[in-house]
């Protein structure tokens, strides 16, 4: 069937219809009389409409709870808060499960920020942490950039802040450059986790996504954060999914593909060959 002009099974519309009855329904209840009585009101709504639907019907992508994740063991969270621009605590918590569940040796993530993210993967796991970010001062060209993403570029001050903060972990190794532009060669089909975290911009998330699945090792995990409240973010992964299989994680802004490993009881628990 049909609905908000995408196809759904009729698994996913019996899914997805008791949710009408609350946020949607309303935002399409007003949309829909603005339509009607209000064409230039509609006009100003619809983006919203639009934003609040692609946020809860994402057909083709799997969901799972964090506590699906399999692994046992403690979890160590720090208390550092990277505010707007950093990962929220239910985030990190669902990024150190899979961490648990997966066990990296090398992890590459892109977008550093203040290195709260990294922190934590560095406490949680002995992997080898590659860090990558583009400071302010070396962003010739970043015209296309919306104010937010420009905001969150490291000044020189932020980046000492960030190398204090990180230097105390010999297994974390900062890289600086423009991930569209960074010469990756020497990380290529090694890596265990790839976190895609850096500019939020369609063609930005794409070719960071695309350089994640080239540093990917036979086995391990890719994450998205901002899936599914960044437009640009969604619209990447939407696409990514015709080609992978993509999960979002319930209750958290990341969306996770898996390569070797399997949520499904009935593959066997993967995570044992890590042992
Ligand atoms: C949302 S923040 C990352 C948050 C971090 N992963 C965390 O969890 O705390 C985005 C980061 O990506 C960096 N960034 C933006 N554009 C980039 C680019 N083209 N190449 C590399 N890093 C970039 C920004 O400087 C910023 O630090």
């Known amino acids: 069937m049909t609905l908000y002009g995408r196809e759904f099974s009729l698994r996913q519309a019996v899914e997805v219809l008791p949710k009408l009855g609350t946020t949607v ?10 339509a009607l009585i209000a064409p230039r009101r509609f006009g100003r709504t619809m983006p919203e409409f639009r934003r609040v639907s692609d946020s809860m019907f994402h057909p083709g992508i799997g969901d799972i709870e964090p506590a699906e994740i399999p692994g046992k063991g403690p979890i160590q969270m720090l208390s550092l808060d990277s505010g707007y621009g950093g990962m929220a605590p ?10 648990r569940w997966i066990k990296p040796r090398k992890i590459f993530e892109f977008g ?3 290195g709260v993210t990294t922190s934590h993967l560095a406490i949680n796991s002995e992997a080898e942490i590659y ?24 000044s020189r001050d932020d980046i000492v802040e960030t190398t204090e903060r990180l230097g105390v972990y010999d297994h974390i190794h900062q890289l600086f450059g423009n991930s569209r532009t960074f010469d990756y060669n020497p990380y290529l089909k090694s890596m265990d986790l790839v ?10 998330v794409m070719s960071d996504s695309r350089n994640a699945f080239e540093l990917l090792g036979e086995t ?5 954060h901002d899936f599914p409240t960044s437009l640009d973010v969604t619209k990447a992964i939407r696409s990514l999914s015709r080609r992978w299989p ?12 898996l390569r070797g490993f399997s949520l499904h009881k009935h593959d066997g628990d993967l995570s044992k060959k890590r042992d």
């Open 25 to 34: 329904g309303r935002v399409w209840q007003r949309t829909l009389l603005d």
């Open 90 to 99: 239910q985030d990190l918590y669902a990024v150190l499960r899979i961490i």
């Open 112 to 114: 550093t920020f203040k």
């Open 131 to 154: 860090t990558l970010d583009l400071p302010r001062d070396q962003a010739s060209d970043v015209r296309d950039y919306k104010i937010d993403d420009r905001n969150l570029l490291p």
């Open 195 to 204: 976190i895609v975290d850096a500019c939020h911009l369609y063609d930005y």
């Open 220 to 224: 391990g995990a890719i994450l998205w």
């Open 246 to 257: 993509m999960l979002h994680v319930e209750g958290t802004r990341l969306a996770l593909y």
